[in-house]
Nanobody, 116 residues
Framework: QVQLQESGGGLVQTGGSLRLSCAAS????????MGWFRQAPGKEREFVAA????????HYDDSVKGRFTISKGNAKTSVYLEMNGLKPEDTAVYYC?????????WGQGTQVTVSS
């Protein structure tokens, strides 16, 4: 079974930075992308950023484009999200995600809180 573990969340002031990390264990059959989603209180889970398994071809939601950067570790089983210029509206639980042709995998989430 594939397991994902997020870390790096915390409390920062507006304009601050955080680096989220996600480590995957186990094997994901036909995995082709890895990325991040987030969910704010009372809202649905939304896409943040993703890239292909090699760490190329990044995609970002317009709300974070130019502020967040996604990257993969050398072993391609880790993914990172560098967040700069954080805003209160970025406050959410951030979830790591792996997409495969026959399954999706999710972590437990890490809390990011941005104070104004």
């Amino acid at each position: 079974q594939v397991q994902l573990q997020e870390s790096g969340g915390g409390l920062v002031q507006t304009g601050g930075s955080l680096r989220l990390s996600c480590a995957a264990s186990g094997r994901a059959l036909s995995a082709y992308s890895m990325g991040w989603f987030r969910q704010a209180p009372g809202k649905e889970r939304e896409f943040v950023a993703a890239c292909n398994w090699s760490g190329h071809d990044p995609h970002y939601d317009d709300s974070v484009k130019g502020r967040f950067t996604i990257s993969k570790g050398n072993a391609k089983t880790s993914v990172y999200l560098e967040m700069n210029g954080l805003k209160p509206e970025d406050t959410a639980v951030y979830y790591c995600n792996i997409e495969a042709y026959y399954n999706s995998y999710w972590g437990q989430g890490t809390q990011v809180t941005v104070s104004s």
